[in-house]
């Protein structure tokens, strides 16, 4: 296949198995700053997939709370193939403490008593949350943490 100039158009995800956590662009500012693209997986590609009002709400969730836990968040945002998630950090490559950051959010996922900004004002589709449905994401993915590191098979 051609190669693209999206990075996770190149990336084979018949190979991949999530849930993963990996490093999946890095790009230098003119100044000098360096933003570091993490992508979440949740969920295996073309298997399955996060519902849409569980992945509305862990969105929220995830966004306001992230960067409790960091002031290097520049974004979270997720996947129109609803898999995953992508963050990006400025100045922090940090793996470790990116997969720490995550786990302490997600616990504020299953923690949390409502969604923030879970009204008309706030939010372009304030009818389409679930709390439940994303602390069963949150929960889903925190249950195998110790897979995070493991992007491939190794049975390939």
């Given at each position: 296949?051609?190669?693209?100039n ?21 790009m ?47 974004d ?34 299953l ?19 679930s ?19 493991e ?6």
């Amino acid at each position: 296949m051609p190669k693209m100039n999206v990075e996770s158009f190149n990336l084979d995800h018949t190979k991949v198995v999530a849930p993963f956590v990996r490093l999946a662009g890095k790009m230098e500012g003119q100044n000098g700053d360096t933003i570091y693209k993490y992508d979440i997986r949740f969920k295996q590609p073309n298997k399955e997939h996060m519902e849409m009002p569980g992945l509305h709400s862990l969105e929220h969730l995830m966004a306001e709370n992230i960067r409790n836990h960091s002031d290097k968040v520049v974004d979270i945002s997720p996947m129109g193939c609803q898999t995953g998630f992508y963050v990006s950090f400025i100045n922090h490559q940090d793996y470790d403490d990116v997969l720490q950051i995550l786990e302490d959010t997600l616990n504020d996922v299953l923690n949390a008593e409502e969604v923030p900004a879970c009204n008309e004002v706030q939010c372009g589709w304030a009818a389409s949350h679930s709390l439940e449905g994303a602390k069963e994401i949150a929960q889903a993915f925190l249950d195998k943490r110790n897979e995070w590191n493991e992007i491939y098979s190794s049975a390939q």
